[in-house]
């Protein structure tokens, strides 16, 4: 049994796997706000309770925000601000008894694709996490590549490319930077940028709702989107060549992406025939906390 915890801001989700990827089981339960000690707690507690009820012992993995530092062990950049500087991994293998695989949300959300999602039975797979972040994932033949510095993925904090007078330098970015990718195409980019547009505020769904009644100014702003991401996914594609990119997040779920960004990207391509396929995610919200569970792939893994 393979044992998957998916760490979020505000919920926690465990999830069961078998030897053929079924779902045992699977629960959920809230984060303790911004309190270290009693995040550990849970999950710990969340681990022996789905092992109690299965009467099964799992390997595990955890899916978190931010990354293992290659220099000090501790978590850095996770937007659960109460995680950074904390030694996570080993204080899971303490209170766990066991070894425990730990891997960035996003990196998670690409290997369960890969595995069997969307992307199963590609060699290349570039997993990408659009919603109150960007961030991505890469996986070659089912596995996530071995990265120096455990940012493998990170195109979100790279500048927005073939930008335009209006988009440079662009805003600032909770990194310092200003320009980020993320500052356009994340769910908070969408909506300021509807904001310039209009000078009102809304929430994602209402775009999707006013681009159902054909309101022009969401068009505009969409259409600058679509644009960017073309923009930005070019890169990728032109770095890395990946057979597929699967886009999760909030905003996977306008279907008009998967349409209209690979028409635009080819003129941002170097390629005179781009064969990379952007999909939807097969497992949706899931595949976090799948991905975490896969972190445990190959018996061979498990001794």
Known sequence: MRIGVDLGGTKIEAIALDDRGSCLTRQRIPTPAGDYHATLNAVTELISHIEQMTGLTGTVGIGTPG???PATGLIRNANSTCLNGQPLQQDFERLLNRPVRLANDADCFALSESIDGAGQGCHSVFGVIIGTGVGAGVVINGHLIPSANRIAGEWGHNPLPWPDATESPGETCYCGKQGCI???????????????????????????????????????????YENRL?????????LLDPQVIILGGGLSNL???????????TDYIFSDLV??????????????????????ARREDQS
């Open 67 to 69: 990354s293992l530092s």
């Open 182 to 224: 993320e500052t356009f195409l994340s769910g908070a980019g969408l909506q300021f940028d509807y904001y310039r547009e209009t000078g009102l505020e809304i929430a994602g769904p209402e775009l999707s709702t006013r681009l159902k009644q054909l309101e022009p100014a969401a068009e505009r702003v969409m259409g600058r």
């Open 230 to 238: 073309a923009r930005g996914l070019a890169t990728v594609i032109n």
């Open 255 to 265: 279907v008009r992406l998967y349409e209209r960004v690979p028409r635009i990207w």
């Open 275 to 296: 064969r990379t396929r952007l999909l939807p995610p097969r497992h949706g919200d899931s595949s976090g906390v799948r991905g975490a569970a896969w972190l445990w």
